[in-house]
């Protein structure tokens, strides 16, 4: 029986050098404790990722009678494959059944740098700046509306361009604010366009909460003075920064202290004391699809396995997705130093990318009247399984579907014929190795004989 997998990850250059430095790259992870055992699982399991030997689900097409296996996916945020399967079924699930149709800001908040270490690592503080995130959003767009309660969404991320620790913040505003009528309903009051003043109070009150949290936490006035000129070697050791070559084609484009605010063209930024905050353009509420393509953007992976190469002499290359500051397009790393700089970027379990707020937040009374409502289909005229299907079908746990129990294990729930293109039903779960057979008859009469020079051989008269 043939395995079924399109995008193999075996085949790719990141999986073939996770393979290869496997071992050293634990060593080394394994010197930053016990927290960092989530780092090394996590690659363990990316290994067996789409290998139908450590799990797979057999189906079978009821038309043709096709069969074929379809391997088990890590689901793992560190799989290429597994992180953009992710990223767009959550952008389509957010806007196909969470965000209202409302027009949407996209806003951005940085953290000065000498911070990385802090919120990298610690998740009460990183959660506590995340919530006073929402709260000054939600206050901001408050004031600049009538009355009525706002909402959106908020992303943790933690790459830069060049694939350094680079902590940040991405969210969707509503663009204005609900305001609850005399019968209990709900009407949406869009906002006005911000002005680059509105953008620099926001700017002051981010940074002006940001520091009082600070000091809230135990960090002296001194440090949280000091803290956007830090830039220590020692604060990224552990973040297993790598050290990087940078290939460089053409003319610097700017000195290191020149141009550190970027200015687009479709939005506004402000940036006081080390702490930038960008507000885009109004989305509009029927332009979905552009909704849909900037939630993938906010669900990306960390880094992209197409700008990944690799030289003759082993060293991987990364193609930058734009130039940085002194005109350099390509980063040169060690095999091992890039595996250490992809291990910085993950989330730590139980840290979501994802954080809903104000009407939207899970605890909102308003939240089911604002969401799009689900299309319940009719089951009542689905076709009925073969017999064979259903005999060889397993138990499944109270609640599960087949579509959702290959979600959870596959990640997908298209499985169409390459035949005949109809829908293939599971047959089985295959979770455990085929038992080993041996080659020939057991031997288990025959006694084992003694080696040469033995009691025998010493007993005959010398020659």
């Not at 997705?321 to 250490?340: A, H």
Request: some cysteine; glycine content about 10%; overall charge positive.
């Amino acid at each position: 029986m043939e395995a079924s997998n399109p995008n193999p990850p075996q085949e790719t250059l990141f999986h073939r050098v996770v393979r290869k430095h496997f071992v050293e790259f634990q060593a080394k992870v394994r010197r930053w404790g016990d927290g960092a055992g989530f780092i090394v699982s996590a690659f363990r399991k990316y290994l067996d990722c789409g290998d139908a030997a450590r799990g797979c689900a057999e189906v079978k097409c009821p038309g043709c009678g096709y069969e074929c296996q379809v391997p088990f996916s890590c689901r793992n945020r560190v799989c290429p494959s597994c992180a953009a399967r992710a990223m767009k079924t959550g952008a389509a699930k957010l806007v196909g059944e969470i965000l209202p149709q409302v027009p949407y800001r996209h806003v951005v908040v940085s953290y000065p740098f000498g911070w990385n270490s802090r919120l990298a690592f610690q998740r009460k503080l990183r959660s506590a700046v995340q919530r006073m995130v929402t709260n000054v959003l939600q206050d901001w767009e408050s004031e600049r509306s009538v009355d009525g309660k706002c909402g959106g969404a908020l992303f943790r991320h933690r790459a830069g361009a060049a694939l350094e620790l680079r902590i940040h913040d991405h969210g969707l505003l509503f663009g204005g604010v609900y305001r609850k009528n005399e019968d209990g309903s709900l009407s949406f009051q869009a906002s006005q366009d911000p002005e680059l003043e509105d953008v620099k109070w926001l700017a002051v009150r981010l940074e002006a909460e940001f520091r009082a949290l600070m000091i809230e936490h135990g960090v002296t006035r001194e440090e949280v003075k000091d803290g956007e000129e830090k830039n220590d070697a020692e604060q990224l050791e552990l973040l297993a920064s790598g050290k990087a070559e940078r290939a460089r084609k053409g003319t610097a484009l700017a000195d290191p202290e020149a141009g550190e605010v970027e200015h687009p063209t479709n939005g506004l930024w402000a940036r006081v004391n080390g702490l930038h905050v960008f507000v885009s353009a109004r989305i509009p509420a029927e332009a979905r699809g552009e909704l849909q393509k900037l939630c993938g953007y906010l669900l990306r992976p960390g880094f992209s396995v197409g700008r990944l190469g690799q030289r003759a002499d082993g060293m991987l290359t990364y193609r930058l997705e734009e130039k940085d500051k002194r005109g350099n397009t390509v980063l040169v790393l060690k095999p091992v130093d890039f595996m250490l700089r992809v291990a910085s970027l993950m989330h730590a379990p139980g840290q979501h990318v994802c954080r809903y707020f104000g009407i939207l937040a899970g605890g909102s009374a308003d939240r089911k009247k604002v969401i799009p409502k689900r299309e319940v289909k009719d089951c009542k005229h689905e076709a009925k399984e073969p017999e064979i299907i259903k005999e060889a079908t397993p138990t499944l746990p109270i609640g599960l579907t087949w579509p959702e129990v290959m979600r959870r294990l596959t990640g997908s729930t298209s499985l169409k014929c390459p035949k005949c293109a109809c829908r293939m039903k599971p047959k089985r779960l295959v979770t455990e190795p085929p038992p080993l057979r041996r080659c020939g008859p057991r031997r288990d009469a025959e006694r084992a004989r003694g080696p040469p020079g033995g009691a025998a051989a010493r007993a005959l008269p010398a020659v």
